[in-house]
């Protein structure tokens, strides 16, 4: 098992470096939408503080090409303050003199949010440079960013391998209730996939067809399937290098007693109506465009949700940024945080859908990772949870 902060001892005035994932949803005009990925690394940072260490928390947030000024981290040193109590302070660079003159200063207990490591080059190319000028402002490391531990970025994985390290609460957490899921799943086991990036999640739908009872797959990648079943899916998005692989997931499932459910209904629009006016189709032929899933698809995926022991959800089930064809998920998400069954749920757009609900309270765990959800679960663990040292028995 991997060490976890309460298996450090004396972080009493010593500099603890924190990795969290803060990268939350932002509009247009860099307004943060969701705080849910900071309040959940607030337990995390509240730990740190009570045992007396000095917490420097680091973080990216979207994907910057340099500076700029609306990826800067300052606005979430507000909401910070706003969480925590006792000093909460922001320096508007991750290395050289201002960071390190600034942590020198730092009380115990202190918190000092680092500006976006992303704006650095050498962060997501885990440049060692980088990752030994970010190690050495401090004593102890923790990754408690679950959602990009898949990662193997200078702060997720080359820190990790200078200074003496552990997991934190959230990633614990998260290691937990994944790992019960897949290895002492409550019967039946439904396991709902969707979303866009069919060549990334297509490798995960064989190890949840050997944990789950029946798979039920919506969203772009749903198409890819029915392709692979001999389906006509018209001009709707559809990853042919994919194809062959998704028969062969089909038969394993047919061999294997598992269901599989894909839509048997669709909400499209043709692929030149600019105004794109939606309607509902069994078939999808000629121009037209699956955006989302239809009633009758969505009557046969509550069906199966009802009668669940156990869920896991990732991914929305149509365009979820658009409106217009957020009815799907939105209906999914309703049944799933209405279930009596144990659920998980992760990925950004699955989240919003459940809170847009009005019954996230209802859901057992909300994941902070989306792909770093769907690689733990394909591989039993991520790139930078392995690097963390063992918990000494």
């Given at each position: 098992?991997?060490r976890?902060?309460?298996d ?7 500099v603890?470096?924190l ?9 247009n005009?860099?307004?943060i939408?969701d705080?849910?990925r ?5 337990p995390?940072?509240k ?5 007396g ?7 990216h947030?979207?994907?910057p090409?340099?500076y700029?000024?609306r990826k800067s981290?300052w606005?979430i ?22 960071a390190?003159?600034r942590?020198?200063?730092?009380n115990?207990?202190d ?10 080059e050498?962060e997501?190319k885990?440049d060692?440079?980088?990752?030994k000028e ?11 960013a ?5 990662r193997?970025?200078?702060s997720?994985?080359?820190?990790a391998?200078?200074?003496p390290n552990?997991?934190g609460l959230?990633?614990?957490k998260?290691v ?9 799943p ?7 996939v969707?979303g866009?990036k069919?060549p990334g999640?297509?490798k995960?739908?064989?190890?949840l067809?050997?944990a789950?009872?029946v798979?039920?797959i ?11 079943q001999g389906t ?10 994919c ?7 089909l038969k394993y499932?047919?061999?294997s ?7 048997v ?8 109506d ?9 078939k ?5 465009v699956?955006?989302d899933?239809g ?9 199966e ?5 156990q869920i896991?959800?990732n991914?929305p089930l149509?365009m979820?940024?658009?409106e ?7 209906k999914?998400?309703?049944a799933?945080?209405?279930?009596p069954?144990?659920?998980i749920?992760?990925?950004?757009d699955?989240?919003?859908a ?11 765990f909300?994941?902070t990772g989306g792909?770093a ?10 790139p930078c949870?392995d690097i963390?040292?063992e918990?000494?028995?």
């Amino acid at each position: 098992m991997k060490r976890t902060i309460k298996d450090l001892v004396n972080l009493k005035g010593k500099v603890v470096l924190l990795r969290v994932d803060f990268n939350v949803p932002m509009d247009n005009a860099g307004r943060i939408l969701d705080k849910t990925r900071i309040n959940q690394a607030i337990p995390t940072i509240k730990y740190l503080k009570e045992k007396g260490a000095k917490v420097v928390v680091m973080t990216h947030l979207g994907r910057p090409e340099g500076y700029e000024i609306r990826k800067s981290l300052w606005q979430i040193s507000l909401i910070l303050m706003q969480s925590l109590s006792g000093n909460v302070y922001f320096c508007n660079s991750v290395i050289g003199d201002d960071a390190k003159n600034r942590i020198k200063s730092m009380n115990e207990g202190d918190v000092l949010l680092l500006e976006n490591l992303r704006f650095y080059e050498g962060e997501t190319k885990c440049d060692m440079k980088f990752a030994k000028e970010i190690a050495s402002l401090g004593d102890v490391y923790v990754n408690d960013a679950f959602g990009v531990a898949h990662r193997k970025h200078a702060s997720t994985y080359g820190v990790a391998r200078i200074l003496p390290n552990a997991i934190g609460l959230l990633v614990e957490k998260e290691v937990k209730e994944l790992t019960d899921a897949m290895t002492k799943p409550k019967r039946p086991f439904v396991a709902v996939v969707g979303g866009l990036k069919v060549p990334g999640k297509i490798k995960v739908l064989k190890t949840l067809l050997d944990a789950c009872d029946v798979l039920l797959i919506g969203g772009a990648m749903a198409y890819t399937f029915l392709v692979a079943q001999g389906t006509i899916v018209g001009q709707s998005i559809v990853y042919d290098k994919c194809v062959l692989e998704a028969q062969s997931i089909l038969k394993y499932a047919q061999s294997s007693g598992k269901k599989i459910v894909l839509p048997v209904d669709h909400v499209a629009v043709h692929a030149e109506d600019k105004k794109k006016k939606k309607f509902v189709t069994d078939k999808l032929i000629e121009d037209m465009v699956g955006y989302d899933i239809g009633p009758k698809t969505i009557d046969l995926f509550i069906n199966e949700i009802q009668k669940a022991g156990q869920i896991v959800w990732n991914g929305p089930l149509g365009m979820y940024e658009e409106e217009a064809f957020q009815k799907g998920t939105n209906k999914v998400a309703k049944a799933i945080a209405m279930s009596p069954a144990y659920s998980i749920v992760g990925g950004g757009d699955s989240i919003s859908a459940i809170k847009k609900s009005g019954f996230a309270n209802k859901i057992n765990f909300l994941s902070t990772g989306g792909g770093a959800m769907l690689e733990f679960i394909e591989k039993g663990s991520l790139p930078c949870i392995d690097i963390i040292q063992e918990k000494i028995r």
